[in-house]
């Protein structure tokens, strides 16, 4: 079991940049792949990206390819996601997530679903203005 806790959100301008990070609270964080969603107003859960339990892996949706770069610190129970050249359209409650294994791939997907997760945070919001 583990909990997270999210911080680094914020309002920035268009083509600014924040990195959120992540605080794991419990044992299991070194034995779990990471991942982010978000939620803009009215509209689903999205998922961003995902990193595996090493670290040597990672996976991203395809509107933030290139902009954004999730990483780990196991030594500091910590994952991060930097969002770079960031736009209006980003604008939305960011979700710290995990899932207990270590891989981010089952060999037919990637682990993109909502259902795929067990340990969620209570959310970040990041709001960028045009």
């Known amino acids: 079991q583990i909990e997270l806790v999210e911080s680094g959100g914020g309002v920035v301008s268009a083509g600014g940049s924040l990195r959120l990070s992540c605080v794991a609270n419990g044992r299991a964080f070194g034995n779990c792949a990471m991942g982010w969603f978000r939620q803009a107003p009215g509209k689903d859960l999205e998922f961003v990206a995902i990193?595996?339990?090493?670290?040597?892996?990672?996976y991203y949706e395809d509107s933030v390819k290139g902009r954004f770069t999730i990483s780990r610190d196991n030594a500091k129970n910590t994952v991060y996601l930097q969002m770079n050249s960031l736009k209006p359209e980003d604008t939305a409650v960011y979700y710290c997530?995990?899932?207990?294994?270590?891989?981010?791939?089952?060999?037919?997907?990637?682990?993109?679903?909502?259902?795929?997760?067990?340990?969620w945070g209570q959310g970040t919001q990041v709001t960028v203005s045009s």
């Open positions: 997530t995990g899932r207990s294994s270590p891989l981010l791939y089952s060999g037919i997907r990637y682990y993109t679903r909502v259902g795929d997760y067990g340990y």
């Open positions: 990193i595996s339990a090493d670290g040597g892996g990672t």
